[in-house]
């Protein structure tokens, strides 16, 4: 067994393997097989068909790397790779520091707009979580600068979101 | 002919001269550093194109494709690390080639063998204009629909081992691009009373999320460094690097057939034609000894059949408007941005843009080619970048794209969460790119699969015996998916022996 495999038995190691196919399902189930009986009828036929071949194919995944594995003699052991050999704490820990720094992105650009939210959170993430040095991280801050402001802004005069602030660099629409 | 004189005046338009020098050198770059390839500049800079004309558009974005592929085998040769995933079996001989000093010798022969076998494709398909225009008047919606059918199974084959996975991902995408206003039979679905969702979700959030932030969270969370791999010396050899490929031309003539040919295949892409073409080249050559080892041989053949990929792959994706290979589904998402759906038409009514961006392919291969040869090893340099210091600019920089495609705040948090999705599907073996596909086939396959319908009254077996063409269709269908489960068997049986 690699070292980036851990192996988990009985019912916890199934839900462990398979917790992507049982989301997909819930989620096929829940938002395109229910509410389309809400739906005329003609409108429906396509989705709905759609939606059962998803079903079939997840439940034919399913079946059959089960099968294989009870076939191979492991039991109901189910092996599991772990996301590219991180520690499951680890994983989690950075996962979360990056959904929190992508959802800071998307806050500080709805309070400062896009060239001074996207130039801060270029610099406060290579600086932070990159780990470079302030001045290393002023560099892909610039880069940034020069892109969204210079390129978009001025250059291909797009009208750019300038925050509830309204902060608005000279030169932009 | 008319159209190709138009094709070469838009071309050498100095504007366009001018934007196929910027996008074969941001195709350069992104094909040369990790997490990054031409797919990603491709899907991130289509918001660049919107004030640009059809024809300056399309000749854009070709010549980022075309500086992106040969870019990743100057780092296969030179550090070991394909700098995309077609460029993975140039490293079998390309890395002991420059272990061995003889950097610059494989490097000539992979853009000589990738500026030919581009330039061979090209001419294929331009020759093959005439008759293609007759054979896609066979193409009504019933042959149509089967042949998006085909496209999602023949992606599956490809992906080698995740082949319920890949039809999983290609469903779903189909599934989700039903959200929204359904323009065949009328009526919004799936929009749960969100004014948002009445348009569907937006193709190029779509594309940026999938591509772009979801490689910034996978980078950011294996926090990948800079590649401090020793790089190797150049040396000397380049014009009998370029020779080479005149010496064995009768395999660069293979490859390139083979790659134009896999290109045409709806889906499968440079991948498949490297890792075939470099297969065929192992089983026919004489003195295969060396293969593995540093022969030229295992250089040329991959590089000239990942470079004919696209000329095949446009035949499909502007022809019926059905992805050819990965690239050529973000290039189908550009023109419906612009406007033009690609279908049976296309050769007639878009024939100038078609010859623009051939020929802006074929001179960014030539650019790019030249340019590699010439500066490989400062090139390679770039490699011990942090991408922690890069990706944060792209992703700033991929949110404003699909921010000004509608002007719509929210466009930013859909992106996000296709990135969030994308990411999960990658390390869940699901396909991105599967799931791309369906999402862009999504409409035309329901407006096709109803337009069969009332063609025969609502008869489902229009689908299978509409035509002699839908009959062959199926049976090609039929034939190859069993051939690739007789395949995947008989390799099961055998690792199954060997374990015994």
Redesign the interface.
């Known amino acids: 067994m690699k070292p980036d495999q851990q192996k988990k038995g009985g019912i916890k190691g199934i839900l462990a393997e398979f917790y992507?196919d049982i989301i997909?399902i819930l989620i096929?189930v829940f938002?395109?097989i229910i509410?389309?009986f809400q739906?005329?009828v003609?409108?429906?036929q396509?989705?709905l068909a759609?939606?059962f071949?998803?079903i079939g194919?997840?439940v034919?995944?399913v079946a059959?790397t089960l099968a294989r594995r009870l076939r191979a003699g492991e039991g109901a052991g189910i092996r599991q790779?772990t996301?590219?050999a991180?520690p499951g704490a680890t994983?989690v820990r950075?996962?979360s520091?990056?959904?929190l720094?992508?959802s800071g992105?998307?806050g500080i650009?709805?309070l400062l707009g896009?060239v001074l939210g996207?130039v801060i959170?270029?610099l406060l993430?290579?600086r932070f979580?990159?780990?470079?040095t302030w001045l290393?991280?002023l560099?892909?801050a610039l880069?940034?600068l020069v892109?969204?402001y210079g390129?978009?802004g001025i250059l291909?005069?797009?009208?750019?979101?300038h925050g509830i602030f309204q902060i608005r660099l000279p030169g932009l629409v | 002919m008319n159209a190709l004189t138009e094709g070469l005046a838009v071309v050498f338009q100095w504007q366009n001269i001018l934007l196929i020098v910027v996008g074969f050198l941001i195709g350069h770059l992104f094909g040369l550093l990790p997490g990054l390839s031409s797919l990603v500049a491709i899907a991130i800079l289509i918001?660049?194109t919107y004030?640009m004309s059809l024809d300056a558009a399309m000749v854009f974005l070709m010549a980022i494709q075309g500086g992106g592929i040969f870019a990743g085998s100057i780092t296969s040769i030179l550090i070991g690390i394909p700098g995309q995933a077609v460029n993975a079996m140039t490293l079998n001989d390309g890395y002991p080639l420059g272990r061995q000093g003889r950097g610059a010798y494989a490097i000539a022969a992979a853009g000589t063998a990738s500026a030919l076998g581009s330039t061979f494709s090209v001419l294929l398909l331009a020759l093959m204009i005439p008759f293609m225009m007759r054979i896609l008047k066979l193409f009504s919606p019933p042959e149509v629909f089967v042949f998006v059918v085909f496209g999602l199974f023949c992606l599956a084959m490809a992906s080698r081992g995740a082949y319920?996975?890949d039809?999983?991902s290609g469903?779903?995408g189909?599934?989700v691009s039903?959200i929204g206003f359904?323009n065949v039979?009328?009526?919004?679905?799936?929009a749960?009373g969100m004014d948002y969702l009445w348009n569907g979700l937006p193709m190029i959030g779509m594309f940026i999320g999938m591509f772009a932030?979801s490689e910034f969270?996978s980078i950011?969370?294996?926090?990948s460094g800079g590649i401090k791999a020793e790089i190797a010396s150049r040396g000397f050899g380049a014009v009998e690097g370029i020779k080479s490929v005149f010496k064995h031309w009768f395999l660069w003539l293979r490859c390139s057939i083979f790659g134009f040919i896999i290109g045409v295949i709806p889906g499968l892409g440079g991948v498949a034609a490297s890792l075939v073409s470099y297969s065929h080249a192992l089983q026919t050559e004489k003195n295969t000894q060396n293969f593995g080892k540093g022969d030229i041989r295992g250089v040329i053949a991959p590089e000239s059949s990942n470079n004919a990929v696209d000329g095949g792959a446009l035949i499909p994706t502007l022809g019926l408007g059905i992805p050819g290979s990965p690239v050529m589904a973000i290039l189908l998402g550009a023109f419906i941005l612009h406007g033009i759906r690609p279908g049976t038409n296309m050769f007639q009514d878009n024939l100038t843009t078609v010859w623009a961006l051939l020929f802006a392919y074929i001179i960014a291969n030539y650019l790019t080619s030249a340019f590699g040869i010439g500066i490989a090893e400062q090139l390679a340099k770039l490699l011990r970048l942090?991408p922690?210091?890069?990706m944060?600019?792209i992703?700033?920089?991929g949110?404003?794209?699909s921010?000004?495609a509608n002007?719509d705040?929210i466009d930013?948090?859909t992106t996000?969460g296709f990135?969030?999705l994308g990411y999960?599907l990658m390390?869940?073996?699901?396909s991105r790119l599967s799931f791309v596909i369906g999402f862009i086939l999504g409409p035309l396959t329901?407006q096709y699969?109803?337009q069969s319908l009332q063609m025969w009254y609502g008869d489902y077996k229009v689908f299978l015996f509409h035509s002699p063409l839908a009959i062959v269709l199926w049976v090609i269908l039929i034939v190859t998916q069993g051939l690739y489960w007789w395949s995947v068997r008989k390799r099961y049986r055998v690792i199954q022996q060997m374990k015994e």
């Open positions: 992507f997909l096929v938002i395109f509410p389309s739906i005329r003609l409108s429906r396509f989705p759609l939606s071949v998803v194919l997840i034919i995944r059959t790779e996301a590219r991180l994983l950075r996962a520091l990056i959904l720094s992508l992105l998307l650009i709805y896009m996207g959170f270029t993430f290579t979580y990159g780990k470079q290393a991280s560099i892909p880069v940034t892109l969204v390129l978009f291909m005069n797009f009208q750019l979101y | 918001p660049w004030s319920l996975k039809l999983i469903a779903l189909l599934l039903m359904n039979v009328g009526g919004t679905r799936y749960f932030v969270i950011a969370i294996q926090r942090p922690l210091t890069y944060p600019v992703v700033v920089v949110l404003v794209g921010y000004v002007y705040p930013l948090v996000v990135g969030i999960v390390v869940s073996g699901f329901e699969y109803f």
